[in-house]
Nanobody, 124 residues
Framework: QVQLVESGGGLVQAGGSLRLSCAASGRTFNGYAMAWFRQAPGKQREFVAGITWSAGSTDYATSVKGRFTISRDNTKNTMYLQTNSLKPEDTAAYYC?????????????????WGRGTQVTVSS
């Protein structure tokens, strides 16, 4: 049973920072690309950032580029999202996802494994 568990969300003022974590368990994740998505109420789930297994390649949504940093520690089966300079429009539930692939895909439906999400709320 593959499990992805997010943590690190919370309430923060605009301009603040949070570090989200995604702990993976249940199998080895060799070769798995991983990604962060987010979904605000009434909106579709959108790609935030992705990273390949080797961490040799990363990708970011335009809206977060320069403010968010994705990383992973394969020895701990954990992925991270450092979020800086947070804005009220970053408020959403943040989800991690994984798929067996050497490339990053920004489309949610191609990811078979998902966590249950962690809420990030940014106050103005």
């Amino acid at each position: 049973q593959v499990q992805l568990v997010e943590s690190g969300g919370g309430l923060v003022q605009a301009g603040g920072s949070l570090r989200l974590s995604c702990a993976a368990s249940g199998r080895t994740f060799n070769g798995y690309a991983m990604a962060w998505f987010r979904q605000a109420p009434g909106k579709q789930r959108e790609f935030v950032a992705g990273i390949t297994w080797s961490a040799g390649s990363t990708d970011y949504a335009t809206s977060v580029k320069g403010r968010f940093t994705i990383s992973r520690d394969n020895t701990k089966n954990t992925m991270y999202l450092q979020t800086n300079s947070l804005k009220p429009e970053d408020t959403a539930a943040y989800y991690c996802a994984a798929r067996l692939s050497t490339v990053i895909n920004i489309t949610p439906h191609v990811y078979p494994y998902w966590g249950r999400g962690t809420q990030v709320t940014v106050s103005s």
